[in-house]
């Protein structure tokens, strides 16, 4: 549970993290207000603008993720990360935040995406060391890829659970995971194509030729 012992700073960031998450960022100061129990006026005090206000409660999810390293490597994908977040009540609210700014994007949206993609990267190297995973041409690559991916299926579960109203994550995250897990884990082991010849084929188109690196020169 959240303390309720919070400056009106603190108070402020709280009630705006739960309003923009709840009815998206173009939610006016006086809801957030109201919430907080403040004026307007002090919002505009202590955050200077609205938009202030949003780049105070991206600081602060982005360092609470940051600060929790979790994991975002598996069957369900880098939103991993986000169902942790989701799983106790004292960061429910930020995981709800954290979702609505990557389907709204912006500076926390590309920041969550980097450090996903890092952290996925760091989880992938340490299983190809473990023996586990199977290494990549291009494992910088590999990461970005799966962390999209996996947001991306993400977003869209999000997107249309929006349509029906408030979105409760944990139930979201829960048949999301149900419907992704199974299919990521034949994906992953078993691959899809029985041969390596569409790889070829890519590599031999986009591989410079000694003729092409001659006409750069």
């Not at 959240?2 to 006086?30: M, Q, Y």
């Not at 929006?162 to 829960?174: I, K, N, S």
């Not at 790889?199 to 986009?206: D, G, Q």
């Amino acid at each position: 549970m959240r303390s309720t012992d919070l400056s009106a700073r603190a108070r402020i960031r709280e009630a705006a993290l739960v309003r923009f998450a709840e009815d998206g960022f173009d939610v006016g100061l006086r809801a957030i207000a109201s919430d907080a129990g403040v004026s307007p006026a002090l919002i505009v005090h202590h955050f200077g603008s609205k938009d202030g206000l949003r780049a105070a409660c991206d600081e602060h999810v982005s360092e609470v993720v940051t600060h929790l390293k979790l994991d975002s490597v598996g069957p369900g994908g880098p939103e991993q990360m986000l169902a942790q977040l989701a799983g106790g009540d004292e960061h429910a609210h930020l995981a709800a935040y954290a979702v609505a700014s990557l389907a709204a994007g912006g500076p926390l949206a590309r920041r969550l995406v980097d450090l996903m993609t890092r952290a996925t990267l760091e989880s992938l190297e340490a299983g190809v060391a473990q023996g586990t995973i199977r290494p990549s041409r291009d494992p910088g690559a590999r990461a970005r890829y799966l962390t999209e991916a996996s947001l991306g299926h993400l977003l869209l579960a999000y997107r249309h659970a929006r349509e029906a109203g408030p979105v409760d994550l944990a139930t979201l995250f829960a048949q999301h995971a149900a419907n992704v897990v199974g299919p990521a884990l034949e994906l992953f082991t078993a691959g899809i194509f029985t041969d390596d010849s569409y790889l070829r084929a890519y590599e031999a188109a986009t591989t410079p030729t000694a003729h092409d690196q001659g006409d750069e020169s």
